[in-house]
């Protein structure tokens, strides 16, 4: 089976083919169809391949040889798929939550006039990712990355007749070109330095952990997580994250959950030799997690768009993620990855189905009271408030409880501010789900009139994403609760580290975690009613909860220092470099060529006597040229 | 071998079908099919020749090489494509129709004899074969005074330039005393070289270089190309120029290899002042007929590299030029020939009336202007290459990329014209589906030369 692994991305990239060159003609159930199902041939095929990686027979990594992609003097790179543990975890993430959301885009987008255009990029999303993820060297993680870049950029600006839209859908593109020059120049070192961008062959050219220190792994590790910020939507490179909800809510639910954000995670954990080699990097890796997760968690204390809560908190989970690489814990990051992709696309397409009720409302303000009237909704919602939350048992409890716990045993004070920063996710996802679904509705009265379930194209994948969202964490129960580490026996088998949690006191600690979870959120959910006064809910702040409505004014801050500088830097080369130095220069060679051109042409007389002339001319040139000048 | 009596029976055949026959269209039609037959002998004659041993024929006057052959049919191939573009407009030049695919047929035998000639006397015979004819066909249109003119200027130019040639094979043979090719080698060395070998070889350049139209040889070029007929032209610049480069390159890679040292500045020279001259002059006339004569110029600085760079990689370079160059300068005549302006202005919204026409001229003008993805873009990387692997003359190399973007001034501006100018092109004859399909054939083939140039190479 892993050895058909071509195939995975091969069937998005058909199913793009068709989409996009017949978009115009194709009837748009066909269209959805004819996406759904390539997206469901690569899950089919992503399960056989997991289960053989899982069995006991299969060894190491399986390298897939396609065919060479560059052959230039010393330079060598295939283009070849790696099948191991951890691409093939990916593989199950992005197709099986992608596929969900291809069914549940059948529906919401069905009343689209660009459906089939829709999921054309909605393949080549998927494909580019499984690119990523796939690939066998840097380059063609490379290429999926840049792919990813584009697809977002085409969906986030998809109603591009909207001005803001397609300004979200440019800044999320710059965003990520930042980053991408980081990777770029970080891939360049690795060339530079080691002759080969084959993980295999880098990753053996490096020596055993800790025993020789080199600033170079550090600056490569730093380029590449600059990439890494750009993708993953982590400080400064995060603003473009919130902005892409301008797009369809299935595609924020992808971006977020299936694609797209986890790449950073992906190639952090994919290149850990690496990092092992590089403590300052790393220790960067874990600050900037931190502050991440802190500084999206208090924006989205108050926020009023419900898409814009779920952005925050995306980037918030991602800085847990990072928080947990930055320490070591690299099958823990991945893990949350898994559990992340669960609720947050559960929380999306929620979300999606609310706004779809609503007839496009996306103001919490205007909302409230929504669980009678969609009761499906509410329930999943719910379960996936209260997984992101870390009620215990569910998914995400088991995740974060890892995280901090590996936390703890780093650094004490990282570990406080980690867990303030679960705190706040518990309170504003607390909040948000009483001022969507509790209370008296504060809509207009039409739109009261209007709310129902959604259709079971967009239900059934709630549910599903719901059960997942309470179980998914039972590959990696706590030790505490006599579970196992399944998750990191798989990924091991890649060679990616977990750190093992044992000795004295271990269970004291899981035990204090767990007792301070429950009663935190008990504390929590009956705190946050009374705090955020659900019952008069207005929707206006003031004061210190102003600077955190407008997101500590960052966008401004930006736009301050950076983009408005840039502006004017340019406008003067644009005065003087440009158009008199550049175009000068360039426009006086084109001059020079046409006045020679002018001349030249004149010695075209039309007589012939003068044409050979000119010949005698030239070979009496050239007869002096052979025997005088040339020996 | 077989070619060679094939096209000359052919070419009989043709001049008494126009005794019997008077329908134009049955004689084109039978032109094409025997240009067809001639297409399978010469692969007959390919997969009969073994790769590692040619055939030596006639006492050692041709040597029927594998890239001979190869090239051969090639340029066969080529020649069918054309008629079957342009049989058409052939039938419209006048009225001896069968008279003019004959001479066509003749022309073949000459290019047949210039790819294996293995001594000079046949290389001159060739040279004459391949000439001659195209004297008649630049003056077949008989009322038109410029196809009159143009036949006239070229063969008083081209009879000074058989006096060069001539000149040239005996100052040869008094320095090496035969006219085999292959046992001219070991008769001259290169440390002491006889001045009358020297000369011998200026003088068979210099005929060269007129023939393959190259500064400062180049003169005739515009006024020939312009007055002819335009069908004859498109035959003229592509198949025709292909062959007496190959019949240039062979000559100098087997006997002059060894002496380059003396040679190969000289032809540096010339190289760059064909570039030179080809391209700024193409910049600024203002009828794109005029203008692809001055390209095909242009064109030939480029294949002067594969002669300059005598080795391996120069038999690839000058076969896959040959074979890209004369493919999409065959499909930009074939949409010419349906427009009644021949200026750049009559191109004016040609993407409005005819979509299809304008794009694949669009694919064609970016082939001969280089740009990826397309043959010409590979053949001009093959060619430059076999100069960059003998690693001298990098100079010229950079030269030449530089006067390839100039190119692209020239070739865009048709495109400009045919996609951002209003205007309404008048077409001469109407575009049928049998045209646009082998249009349409005519850019895969670019395209294919570009994608997978492979498939065109062979061993040498």
Known sequence: MANLVYLVPLFPLIGFLINGIFWKRMPKTLGGVIGCVAILASFIISLGIFFEVKSASFQGPLVVKLFDFIQSGNLNIHFDFQVDALSSLFLLIITGIGFLIHVYSTSYMGHDEGMVKYFAYLNLFVFSMLLLVLGANYLIMFIGWEGVGLCSYLLIGFWFKNRDYTNAAKKAFVMNRIGDLGFLVGMLLILFNYGTLAYQDVFAKLPAAHTETSSMYNWIALCLFIGAMGKSAQIPLYTWLPDAMAGPTPVSALIHAATMVTAGIYMIARSHALYDLAPMALDLVAVIGLATALLAATIALYQNDIKKVLAYSTVSQLGFMFLALGVGAYTTGVFHVMTHAFFKALLFLGAGSVIHAMGGEQDIKNMGGLRKKLPITYITFLIGVLAIAGFPFTSGFVSK???????????????????????????????????????????????????????????????????FSLVGGFVQIPHLFGGHDYLNQFLGKAGVPAVIHEGPGLEMKEWTLFGATCVGLLVIFLATKKLFAVSQFDGNYSGFKKVLANKWYVDELYDTIIVKPIGALSGILDKFAEKAGIDGLVNGVGKTVRWGGDRMRLLQTGQVGFYIFIMVLGMVALFTLGFFWIK | MKAIIATTVFGVIMMFAGLWVNDKKSIAGLATFLFAALLGVTIWDLTTTSVNSPKSLFNDMLRSEHYSLWFNTIMTGCSLLYVLL?????????????????????????????????????????????????????????????????????????????????????????????????????????????????????????????????????????????????????????????????????????????????????????????????????????????????????????????????????????????????????????????????????????????????????????????????????????????????????????????????????????????????????????????DKFMLVVTCALVILLGVLPQLFLTKV
């Open chain 2, 86 to 434: 342009m049989g058409k407009e052939v039938q419209k030049v006048g009225k001896y129709v069968s008279e003019y695919f004959a001479l066509i047929f003749f022309i073949l035998c000459g290019l047949y004899l210039l790819s294996m000639y293995n001594n000079l006397l046949m290389m001159f015979i060739g040279i004459e074969i391949l000439s001659i004819p195209q004297y008649i066909l630049a003056g077949s249109d008989k009322r038109n005074l410029k196809s009159s003119e143009a036949s006239l200027k070229y063969f008083l130019m081209g009879a000074f330039s058989t006096g060069i040639l001539l000149m040239g094979i005996t100052l040869l043979y008094g320095a090496a005393r035969t006219f085999n090719i292959t046992e001219m080698v070991t008769l001259m060395h290169s440390d002491a070289l006889n001045p009358l070998a020297l000369a011998g070889i200026l003088f068979i350049m210099i005929a060269f270089s007129f023939k393959v139209s190259a500064a400062p040889m180049h003169m005739w070029t515009p006024d020939v190309y312009d007055g002819s007929p335009t069908v004859f032209t498109a035959f003229m610049a592509t198949v025709v120029k292909s062959a007496a480069f190959f019949a240039f390159l062979r000559l100098f890679q087997v006997s002059f290899n060894s002496l380059s040292e003396h040679w190969v500045m000289v032809l540096a020279i010339i190289t760059a002042a064909t570039l030179l001259v080809g391209n700024v002059t193409a910049v600024f006339q203002q009828s794109v007929k005029r203008m692809l004569a001055y390209s095909s110029i242009a064109q030939a600085g480029f294949m002067l590299f594969a002669v300059l760079a005598v080795n391996a990689v120069a038999w690839q370079g000058i076969i896959i030029y040959a074979v890209a160059y004369s493919v999409a300068t065959i499909g930009i005549f074939a949409v010419l020939v349906k427009l009644k302006d021949y200026t750049y202005d009559g191109f004016n919204g040609l993407a409005q009336r005819e979509p299809l026409l304008a794009f694949v001229t669009t694919i064609f003008l970016f082939s001969l202007a280089g740009i990826p993805l397309t043959g010409g873009f590979m053949a001009k990387y093959y060619v430059l290459l076999a100069v960059v692997q003998q690693g001298q003359l990098m100079w010229l190399v950079i030269f030449a990329l530089l006067m390839a973007a100039i190119s692209v001034y020239y070739y865009f501006r048709v495109i400009i014209a045919m996609y951002f100018k209003a205007g309404t092109p008048e077409i001469s004859s109407p575009v049928t589906g049998g």
């Open chain 1, 401 to 467: 409880d890892e995280i901090l716990l590996a936390v703890y045993e780093h650094n004490k004070v990282f570990f406080y501010l980690a867990a303030f920063a679960a705190v706040l996710t518990a309170i504003y996802m607390f909040r948000l789900l009483m001022l969507v679904f509790m209370g008296g509705f504060r809509g207009t009265h039409d739109q009261e009139h209007h709310l129902h379930e959604s259709p079971a194209a967009i239900t059934i994948p709630l549910i599903i994403l719901a059960i």
